[in-house]
């Protein structure tokens, strides 16, 4: 069971730089999100998407851009990395209905410079 | 605007006791809540979650209660153990056609000491 997988794990930017998170998940879900945690901040919501094609915005979308091309694959787009993006980036997918979950990834740390 | 806010940043519980974790909300169209342990490096793990519609949900050690008309949730994690020792995130779930937007409050620590 993979589960939600995302790629890098690991990941050195220069600013201005630019790169892409993968995330896949195999759970058949249909709403995949994209977070990130910064020390003291909890979890914050950059951008969701119910379904393939669609996407929308959380609290903090500045900077990024989002891809669901498929159901399966949610990425998320830094164009130009800044050091305020420094951060863990984490993907989730959501199971609704009697036993709600959220399925997360193991994280992205990404460091800006 | 923090839809979702954890007002203790840390709590320290001896081993054995009772864990009680605070969470309160603004919104009350939120129709899913949700508890998420974290340990470092690790991605967050589901605890236990709970519909608007219900007032408490348990699951072995954990109990969620819901008060709606305080738009306020707890965790309680009884006995506590030293494995419990990790962040604690409390989430609300808002589901539109547009999408289920997922909203994490700023977690608290949990240590449990032996």
């Known amino acids: 069971n993979a589960g939600v997988t995302q790629t890098p794990k690991f990941q050195v930017l220069k600013t201005g730089q630019s790169m892409t998170l993968q995330c896949a998940q195999d759970m058949n879900h249909n709403s995949m999100y994209w977070y990130r945690q910064d020390p003291g901040m909890g979890l914050r919501l950059i951008y969701y998407?119910?379904?393939?094609?669609?996407?929308d915005k959380g609290e903090v979308p500045n900077g990024y851009n989002v891809s669901r091309l498929n159901k399966r694959e949610f990425s998320l787009r830094l164009e130009s990395a800044a050091p305020s993006q420094t951060s863990v980036y984490f993907c989730a997918s959501l199971l609704s209905g009697l036993n709600t979950e959220a399925f997360f990834g193991q994280g992205t740390r990404l460091t800006v410079v | 605007d923090q839809q979702v806010k954890q007002n203790s940043p840390s709590l320290s519980v001896q081993e054995g006791r009772i864990s009680i974790l605070n969470c309160d909300y603004t919104n009350s169209m939120f129709d899913y809540f949700l508890w998420y342990k974290k340990y470092p490096a690790e991605g967050p793990t589901f605890l236990i979650s709970i519909s608007s519609i219900k007032d408490k949900n348990e699951d072995g050690r954990f109990t969620v209660f819901l008060n709606k008309s305080a738009k306020h949730l707890s965790l309680h994690i009884v006995p506590s153990q030293p494995g419990d020792s990790a962040v604690y995130f409390c989430?609300?779930?808002?589901?539109?056609?547009?999408?289920?937007?997922?909203?994490f409050g700023g977690g608290t620590r949990v240590l449990v000491k032996p």
């Open positions: 989430a609300a779930l808002m589901i539109k056609a547009a999408g289920n937007k997922l909203t």
């Open positions: 998407s119910a379904s393939e094609g669609t996407t």
